[in-house]
């Protein structure tokens, strides 16, 4: 089995986007931004795996690394962040999950 060394964008994001599908139909069901997020979900897994398997003959659509969890972690902690709040626990998961953003894009875009 071949190594997959760099793990496109469209992986990452396909895998948030399904996260967030699955989350979407359990809290609210079926809505609108459930299709969105299903949508998302199809084209960034099906481009992350063809980039993939195009690459390694590995098919592997969905990842979990750095970007996923600080979108995720961005994602649950953006309305509960509030500059008056003394609870500093959301804050510091929110800035995690930006600083695991950031850090990704950079060495993204250092690669390319």
């Not at 997959?4 to 996260?19: C, E, H, Q, R």
């Not at 989350?23 to 609108?32: H, R």
């Not at 509960?80 to 953003?101: C, H, P, Q, R």
Request: proline content about 2%.
């Amino acid at each position: 089995m071949s190594k997959i060394n760099n793990i496109p964008l469209a992986s990452s994001l396909g895998t948030y986007f399904l996260i967030m599908t699955i989350l979407t139909a359990f809290e609210s069901g079926i809505v609108f931004s459930f299709w969105i997020y299903l949508f998302a979900t199809m084209v960034s897994g099906g481009l992350g795996g063809y980039k993939i398997l195009k690459e390694t003959n590995t098919v592997a659509p969905f990842a979990i690394d750095g970007l996923t969890l600080g979108l995720l972690l961005i994602t649950y902690f953006f309305d509960k962040v509030k500059l008056d709040n003394t609870e500093t626990g959301s804050v510091i998961a929110f800035s995690i999950g930006l600083l695991l953003v950031v850090r990704y894009l950079i060495k993204y875009f250092k690669k390319s």
